[in-house]
């Protein structure tokens, strides 16, 4: 087997991020949970464990480079989904530089967990494969101390909720796959509190009261505490730039104040930047000195893909995220107004995202929708930014950018704007 069969292979599984047949989670995470006691992978202990609507692919990438840079540990790193390329989902960090899955090694573990799951006619999911292909090759290929694992959907089903971590750490909920987690945000919140564990610590991102309440009461229910970011530190100033993004912050507790710095752009990345050291402060003793001019290496979230036009990419899709992208992008303007190019999956909160879009219409020259597959969501977001009273909406064919442009949506279009 090679690498493009091992791929092709992979994505014959059933494969819910391009089905969104999210129903055939029912599973969870027990078949996961076999192979790993099959092939004697150990997934009690040295992880981070991270949930969340918004911001956990950031979350998890800071946990792994505080934890490699600055505590010293070799980290094992699972996320998803991908931008250009399957091996980003397993990688490793040591002393803070990220090194993606070899094509020869991701293979082998093909070929490997593959004649498991035949063997023992297991039912596995692409994801569930992933995850147990990452298990495999941080506990025996690389030996890492730590991993640090972003959970895919949800939390209480989802594949990577077999392990039992060190710390628990939930980002911001906001209202995104509806259709499985819930139309509330307390349904969802339950979902994303699966992930909390007998005795385990959470951190969590500062949420809405109703979300607070289901957080506490899960985390009571399992003899432990959760923790929440704004209760630790308060955020006094940010300032934003092209450059990167500084901000002063207060200890709630001792009043220290401490400067944040780091080349990405947008308050909340600051946020997230003290939920992960939060977390890996349970692990290690790590100063706060170490928050000030990091250098982060994170694509498609809010990336700056050119300066002159300038042209930002973000996978934002929930309401709450694509007004967190235009309000940072309106602060880098000029009073010139700007392009928006959009790609979204129909099972997206469409209707509200739309009016979270009509609070920038005077800073906005023309909407682009850009439609991919029959998942595409272009048509239903045309009728409402119409609906709303926004006639410059066009079908983006037009591949050459001549103005200041906020591209916006689906991890699979970010190939295309990468290469601008």
């Known amino acids: 087997m090679d690498y493009n069969e091992a791929t092709k292979y992979l994505y014959s599984l059933t494969n819910l991020e391009n089905s969104r047949r999210f129903e055939l989670m029912r599973d969870g995470y027990e078949n996961v949970k076999k192979v790993l006691g099959i092939l004697g992978i150990d997934y ?6 991270i949930a969340g609507t918004k911001g956990k692919g950031s979350v998890a990438y800071f946990s792994s480079y505080l934890l490699s840079k600055f505590c010293g540990y070799k980290v094992g790193l699972f996320t998803s989904p991908h931008l250009l390329k399957v091996n980003e989902r397993i990688s490793v960090l040591e002393n803070g530089v990220e090194s993606n899955i070899s094509d020869e090694d991701f293979t082998r573990l093909v070929e490997i967990i593959r004649e498991v799951k035949e063997k023992y006619s297991l039912n596995l999911t692409t994801f569930d494969f992933l995850t147990v292909m990452a298990m495999y090759y941080f506990r025996v290929f690389q030996k890492v101390d730590y991993i640090v694992l972003e959970v895919g959907l949800g939390g209480r089903l989802d594949s990577t909720n077999f392990c039992i971590p060190d710390v628990s750490i939930i980002t911001l909920i906001d209202y995104d796959h509806t259709s499985v987690l819930g139309e509330t945000l307390t349904k969802i919140a339950y979902e994303k509190a699966g992930i909390i564990k007998p005795k385990v610590p959470v951190i969590s991102s500062s949420q809405r009261e109703t979300v607070r309440k ?16 704004d209760e630790i530190y308060n955020i006094l100033d940010v300032d934003i730039s092209i450059n990167g993004t500084e901000s002063l912050v207060e200890d709630v507790k001792s009043k220290e104040k401490f400067q944040v710095s780091f080349n990405l752009i947008g308050q909340h990345f600051v946020d997230n930047l003290l939920l992960a050291y939060e977390g890996v402060r349970m692990l290690c003793d790590i ?28 996978v934002a899709h929930t309401p709450m995220s694509v007004d967190v992208v235009l309000r940072n992008f309106v602060s880098l303007k000029s009073c010139d107004k700007f392009d928006l190019i959009v790609s979204l999956m129909k099972d997206k909160e469409i209707t509200k995202i739309a009016k979270v879009v009509s609070k920038y219409f005077n800073y906005i020259d023309r909407i682009f929708l850009l439609e991919l597959d029959s998942n595409d969501g272009s048509k239903k977001l045309y009728d ?8 410059n909406v066009y079908k983006f064919k037009d591949f050459s950018i001549s103005k200041d442009t906020l591209v916006f949506g689906s991890f699979r279009i970010y190939e295309v704007f990468s290469k601008i």
């Open 287 to 314: 100063p706060k000195n170490v928050l000030q001019n990091l250098k982060f290496d994170i694509k498609g979230r809010f990336e700056v893909i050119k300066k002159k036009p300038l042209i930002v990419f973000d």
């Open 384 to 391: 409402e930014i119409r609906t709303l009273g926004f006639r």
């Open 214 to 229: 289901v957080f506490r009461k899960v985390a009571k229910q399992n003899d432990t505490k959760v923790f929440f970011i």
């Open 44 to 49: 009690k202990g040295n992880i981070i464990h």
